[in-house]
Structures are given as C-alpha cells and as structure tokens.
C-alpha cells in the first residue's frame, strides 16, 4: 500500500518556520567563543616602572592578536595584595589578568594571612620576561670581585655593610640569600627606593648593593659602580662580561625578577591555552623583544604549568629565606 502523503497545515509550517531561525542562531552561539569584549591586567605597581612598562609593551601586541583592546589597571600598594585580590574575586572567563611577579611569591610568604590563596586561586598563564640583580660596589672599591668580597666578609664577621631597598621586596631577601648562601655576617641596610640607594653606595655608607639591574646600568656604564655578579641562571645580555653569583663561588645565590600573567583559577582550560597562544606570539615579535630588551628583560615565554612550577619555587625559596632572616610576619 502506497505511503500516505500528508499536505502541510499552516500550523505544521509556523512550527516550522520558529524552528529553522532558533537552529540558525546555534553556531553563532557555539562560536561566540572568547574574546568577547575588551581585556585589562590588573598591575599591582604604579605607572611607568618595569611591571607597568612590560604589561603595557605586551598589552599592545596582545590586542592586535587578540582583536579586542587590553586595558592596563594599576593597583600598586599593599605588596600587591589588592591587585591580586582584585582579580581573584574576577568572573573567570579569561577577561581578567594579574601582572604576577616574583614579588607575588615573596607575599605569600611575608603576610600572616592574605584574603586568597596565591597557589589555589590563580592560574598562571605563561611568563612574559625576567631581568637581572645585580651586586655592585662603588668603583673606588677595595673588592674587585664577588669573591674576594666575600672572602672579606668571612675574614671580618659584622664588618660588612649589604644595601638594598625596602624590607620584604626582592631586593631585600635577595641581599639576605646573599648572606646565607655566601656564610657571611653582614647588616643588610634598606633604603627608601632605588635613587636613595645609589646615592648610599655612591657615598660608601654602605659597601656592597643588591638592587635590579636595569637602574643601575647608567652608574656601572659611567664608572661610578662596579658590577661584581649578577644572580640569575645566566649572564646578562648587557653585562656578558660580568658572571653570575654561581660562576664567582656563591653556590646556590640565584635569585632574578620575574614577571608573568595569570588569571582566576577557574577559568576554561580552551581560554587559558588561547592566552598562552597570543601572548608567546607577542613575546616572540621582533619589536616587542626590542622594547622589552631597552627594559634590560629577557623576553621569555612559558606553558601554564612550568609558570606555576616557577611560582611555587619561588614561594619555597622566598619563605625560607624570611624565616632564617627572622623577618617580622606583616
């Protein structure tokens, strides 16, 4: 028996017409992946200084790649407490970045409680450069390299005077690494900022500074400072003539600056790996690793997961180096 052939009702045909638009819009909806609106990274450092000026040269490629604007939102104060905070608390859609840096580690051993988890409530997205400490002495000095300082400070216990800046910044533990990893007596001296100190080991109030590289590249470069090492893994591209801590005798004083991305934990795992996608993409652009090499940083990228080795590395190293210096808890 022949199939029955039905002649549409006008009802079957609304039904029908309502239905085709709703799968049409589907895809669309499917597609209207991230990014959707504009981006910002929440610095947790004032305008103009390195974190703020690498967040910006990035930001800048990162919204071409990206095809949406990247706003930069500084939030300095607190040891960045409030900008972490800030984007802690952020819907995690991958909207909402934090300049994390190896001052971020360091907090999370200085503070007796923060209002987030450092470890459990972000995830690091990719490294955007690192850049160079460096110890220096003032060019009339007596000790000229890190070893016979050294051998100085071990030969005259308490005689020895470290300068860095403000208590609990890098440059402050880094000065204290020093003095453990080199078995010295030394008084570590902070001051007040980065010109505060070059005008004390310009004046010989203090003997030796620990202090980030790219300030003090004019004074070492005018014959007013003398570089003894730098504490990275390896030697800087300005200095190349200058070894690391290691290479002089200091085993085990690494300690360089760092600066990453990272963005709340529970943000999609699609939306992270597209970040590091453009944001690797932005780092590898001639023009940005020109800008970022004038900044004295290495530009270097790096997945989620070696971001968060590195992360939780310098939370082990930092928090042991405030507990033998018997640094007061904030």
């Not at 090499?293 to 939370?315: K, V, Y």
């Amino acid at each position: 028996m022949a199939p029955e052939h039905r002649i549409p009702t006008r009802r079957t045909l609304l039904g029908a017409a309502l239905f085709l638009p709703a799968l049409a819009c589907q895809p669309v909806r499917a597609q209207s992946a991230f990014p959707s609106r504009s981006l910002r990274i929440v610095v947790p450092f004032a305008a103009g200084g390195v974190g703020d000026l690498t967040a910006r040269t990035v930001a800048r490629k990162l919204a071409e790649l990206l095809g949406q604007s990247v706003v930069i939102e500084n939030r300095p104060g607190a040891g960045g407490v409030v900008a972490a905070d800030t984007v802690a608390r952020a819907e995690p859609d991958g909207h909402t970045l934090f300049l994390m840096s190896n001052g971020t580690a360091v907090t999370a051993g200085l503070f007796k409680s923060l209002p987030f988890d450092t470890v459990k409530d972000f995830t690091p997205v990719s490294t955007l450069g690192h850049f160079d400490i460096a110890v220096v002495v003032p060019a009339s000095s007596p000790h000229k390299t890190l070893g016979a300082l050294v051998a100085f400070g071990k030969a005259h216990p308490g005689r020895l005077n470290v300068g860095s800046i403000n208590i609990g910044s890098t440059q402050h533990l880094a000065a204290e690494l020093f003095k453990s990893s080199a078995g010295i007596e030394a008084q570590v001296v902070p001051f007040n900022g980065t010109p505060a100190l070059i005008g004390a080991i310009r004046g010989q109030q203090v003997d030796v500074a620990v202090e980030i590289l790219a300030p003090l590249l004019t004074q070492i470069r005018g014959g007013a400072l003398r570089a003894l090492a730098v504490t990275g893994e390896k030697r800087s591209i300005e200095l190349p003539d200058v070894p690391t801590a290691v290479e002089a005798g200091v085993k085990d004083f690494v300690a360089s600056s760092w600066n990453a991305l990272a963005v709340p934990s529970k943000t999609p795992r699609a939306v992270v790996e597209r970040l590091q996608r453009d944001i690797a993409a932005a780092l590898a652009d001639p023009g940005v690793r020109e800008q970022l090499r004038g900044l004295n940083i290495d530009a270097r990228s790096s997945t989620p997961e070696q971001t968060a080795a590195l992360l939780a590395s310098d939370i082990r190293r930092w928090r042991s180096v405030i507990e033998r210096a018997g640094i007061q808890k904030q």
